[in-house]
């Protein structure tokens, strides 16, 4: 692009970032380039190369620069380095920023994945992890210790969606010495200014919305400049990389993905507000919704036009399991699936307080997670009043007041 990148709407930066803009004559999108080997076509040549990003295909083609410049453009990041998966991105991370005697704090709403990597690799390696919760902003500073490196947040929190005060932790953070890393999947790279609230790594989970349509894995991690470097040695001795094909399906989803998050939150807030008005639902966790847990919050930090279609529900405590597999089990627009972000609908029972250190009897009750798509909204609505009457008809069903 020839103008200044920083002028530009978020919406046009996300099509015209990773291109060579109107000087280019042909392709409109990059070259997907599939490529192991690189030549050279002499010695001289060869030994200018090295050290550099041009020397394997492991290190990076053009079509997985182009990604990685497009992305780095959408959530204002100095360096990104593309992964295989959300959860390799998170490891990678974690792995370049600690080492065997540090102290780790994770925040207890974490991807679930997240915890089972603190609790093992991490924990055998002499890095100890300590969990907080999530709504306990500079409150956090009576957590750090001497050792701690990295503060992990992770906003809205997984299943529970709960909103942290990131410049408060940010703050307490980066006056002892610490490193903020966050899961920012939810938020996508367009969604806040992680950068600009404190975060030093912003992680994503470039499956889910970056991609957009279920068909391809990804992570991503996008650093400031102070921490590019560090986190790049431990991406390369790891072996990290990514095949152009999925760069190239990241691309194609990255430049519809902010016309893709007005259709899934118009229809979200739809569904949120239809969900409040069930008599089973005790709580809808959607931050987005004005009068939901975590809403001021979020409307100070985030972006109110990019919020995603991911939330959750609550029923009252007299709603069985069983009740709410009948529900689920009788919607047909709604898949049963356990990943998020792509055009489809998708509804799961979850059960947080299996794995939560703090409050977890809070989460007791019989919950869903619901990720709306695309569709119709009107379709979804009558989809989702099937599932609900087939609560309501089972044998076992107590009425709620």
């Given amino acids: 692009m020839n103008r200044d990148e920083s002028t530009l709407q978020t919406a046009t930066r996300l099509t015209h970032a990773g291109r060579k803009g109107k000087d280019h004559h042909g392709p ?12 050279f076509p002499d010695c001289a040549s060869l030994q200018e190369a090295n050290g550099t990003r041009r020397i394997y295909g492991r290190h990076a083609t053009e079509t997985t620069l182009a990604l990685e410049q497009a992305l780095c453009s959408a959530e204002g990041a100095a360096a990104c380095m593309l992964t295989p998966s959300g959860l390799s991105a998170i490891t990678t991370t974690l792995l370049a920023l600690l080492k065997p005697g540090d102290h780790l704090l994770m925040v207890d709403t974490a991807y679930d994945p997240t915890r089972l990597f603190c609790d093992g690799l991490l924990k055998q390696n002499g890095i100890s992890t300590t969990y907080y919760d999530p709504l306990i902003g500079a409150g956090i500073a009576a957590l750090m210790q001497p050792t701690t490196k990295v503060v992990f947040v992770e906003s809205p929190g997984s299943l529970t969606f709960e909103v942290q005060d ?9 006056a002892a010495g610490a490193v903020v890393v966050s899961d920012s999947t939810w938020a996508t790279p367009i969604g806040w200014a992680s950068f ?7 992680i994503h989970a470039a499956t889910k919305y970056i991609v957009g349509h279920s068909d391809a894995l990804m992570g991503a991690i996008l650093t400031n400049d102070a921490l590019q470097h560090r986190v790049r040695d431990t991406y390369k001795q790891l072996g990290m990389s990514i095949g152009s094909d999925d760069a190239a399906l990241a691309l194609r989803g990255l430049r519809t993905m902010a016309a893709r998050l007005a259709v899934h939150r118009q229809s979200a807030q739809v569904v949120a507000r239809w969900l409040q008005a069930q ?13 939901t847990a975590g809403h001021e919050l979020w409307k100070r930090d985030f972006r109110p036009e990019f919020a995603c279609g991911l939330m959750g529900a609550v029923f009252h405590n007299n709603v069985t399991v069983q009740q709410v597999a009948a529900l689920i089990d009788r919607t ?12 489809e609908s998708l509804i799961l029972p979850t059960n947080p307080s299996r794995c939560r250190t703090i ?7 019989p919950m869903l997670r619901l990720h709306v798509g695309l ?5 979804l609505l009558a989809d989702l009043d099937v599932g609900f009457n087939a609560l309501r008809t089972l044998p076992t069903l107590v009425q709620v007041a």
């Avoid at 990131?166 to 953070?173: E, G, L």
């Avoid at 600009?196 to 912003?202: A, C, I, K, N, Y």
């Fill in 332 to 343: 047909r627009l709604f898949g049963i699936g356990f990943s998020w972000g792509g055009y």
């Fill in 166 to 174: 990131i410049p408060a932790i940010a703050a307490v953070a980066h």
């Fill in 28 to 39: 409109v999108n990059p070259p997907l380039v599939r490529a192991s080997t690189m030549l």
């Fill in 359 to 365: 409050n977890a009897e809070k989460w007791t009750a």
């Fill in 375 to 379: 569709e119709a909204v009107e379709d």
């Fill in 196 to 202: 600009e609230l404190g975060v030093d790594v912003s």
């Fill in 279 to 291: 008599p089973e639902v005790a709580e809808v966790l959607y931050p987005p919704l004005e009068g």
